[in-house]
């Protein structure tokens, strides 16, 4: 008998462990999965700022592209602005400074996916200063509308995007990366139970305690006692 409860109490401690094996595989793969994704993926609030910069830079364009056809056709005016180009009266460089903006905001935030706002501070403390300086120097007010509208447009998108890094998406992928932290990090107590193969539980894997000697002699007097002839 005694042998018997020791190869239960063996056996049962093996389901237990076979179970705790079971679940540290599930939680291996869950947080392999977590860091794939953080690795491969691109959260939608960065795909929305690198769409809004790509808007910069064609908005830019186009505004140039218009200011180069009311001027006098835009081939003649490529040649004055591109090839003949004066700081003073040129929309060319503003036209550069959006391209510079593209370049370095892709590269940092969807290629290289930085979670800082250095890059981004850079581009726009560039961008505020030549066009500060330009539109103090140059002669662009003389210029029509556009020399109010190209300046203006190019400050606003800078500020615009400086503005949706650093109080969108920044502050959103770390929540949402602490929170996926968080639901790994609970997942071995959220997780069932899972005994190997899949399959259901053997009546190996259980046992019943062996009734005590006291019980069985008990049950002897009772019977006994049943069977006595009443008087």
Same mark, same amino acid.
């Given at each position: 008998?005694?042998?018997?409860?020791?190869?239960?109490?063996?056996? /049962?401690?093996?389901?237990?462990?076979?179970?705790?094996?079971?679940? /540290?595989?599930?939680v291996?793969?869950?947080?392999?999965?977590? &860091? $794939?994704?953080?690795k491969?993926?691109?959260?939608? %609030?960065?795909?929305?700022?690198?769409?809004?910069?790509?808007?910069?830079?064609?908005f %830019?364009?186009l505004?140039?592209?218009?200011?180069?056809?009311?001027? @006098?056709?835009i081939q &003649?005016?490529l040649?004055?602005?591109?090839?003949?180009?004066?700081?003073?009266?040129?929309?060319?460089?503003?036209?550069?400074? =959006? %391209?510079?903006?593209?370049?370095?905001?892709?590269?940092?935030? $969807?290629?290289?996916?930085?979670?800082?706002?250095?890059?981004?501070?850079?581009?726009? $403390?560039?961008?505020?200063?030549?066009l500060?300086v330009?539109?103090?120097?140059?002669?662009?007010?003389?210029? @029509?509308?556009?020399?109010?509208?190209?300046?203006?447009?190019s400050?606003?998108?800078?500020?615009? &995007?400086?503005?949706?890094?650093?109080?969108?998406?920044?502050?959103?992928? =770390?929540?949402?990366e602490?929170?996926?932290?968080?639901?790994?990090?609970?997942?071995p107590?959220? &997780?069932p139970?899972?005994?190997?193969?899949?399959?259901?539980?053997?009546?190996?894997?259980?046992?019943?305690?062996? *009734? /005590?000697?006291?019980?069985?002699? *008990?049950?002897?007097d009772d019977?006994?006692?049943?069977?006595?002839?009443? %008087?």
């Amino acid at each position: 008998m005694m042998d018997s409860q020791c190869s239960s109490s063996v056996g /049962s401690r093996a389901t237990l462990g076979g179970v705790g094996n079971i679940n /540290s595989p599930l939680v291996s793969s869950r947080i392999e999965s977590y &860091e $794939a994704g953080e690795k491969k993926g691109i959260s939608d %609030v960065r795909r929305t700022f690198c769409l809004f910069v790509t808007f910069d830079l064609l908005f %830019v364009t186009l505004l140039w592209i218009i200011e180069l056809n009311v001027s @006098g056709g835009i081939q &003649e005016q490529l040649t004055k602005e591109v090839l003949q180009y004066d700081y003073h009266k040129s929309f060319f460089d503003i036209f550069v400074l =959006a %391209v510079f903006r593209f370049a370095a905001l892709i590269l940092a935030y $969807a290629v290289c996916k930085l979670r800082h706002w250095w890059a981004i501070a850079i581009t726009t $403390a560039i961008t505020t200063g030549f066009l500060i300086v330009k539109v103090i120097v140059s002669k662009l007010l003389s210029q @029509g509308a556009f020399g109010y509208l190209l300046p203006i447009i190019s400050f606003i998108l800078a500020w615009i &995007e400086t503005w949706l890094l650093d109080f969108k998406v920044l502050p959103q992928e =770390a929540g949402d990366e602490i929170r996926s932290y968080l639901s790994v990090q609970s997942a071995p107590d959220r &997780e069932p139970l899972l005994y190997p193969g899949g399959g259901p539980v053997s009546e190996g894997q259980f046992y019943s305690p062996p *009734e /005590s000697m006291a019980d069985s002699d *008990e049950d002897l007097d009772d019977k006994h006692d049943l069977e006595k002839p009443i %008087v």
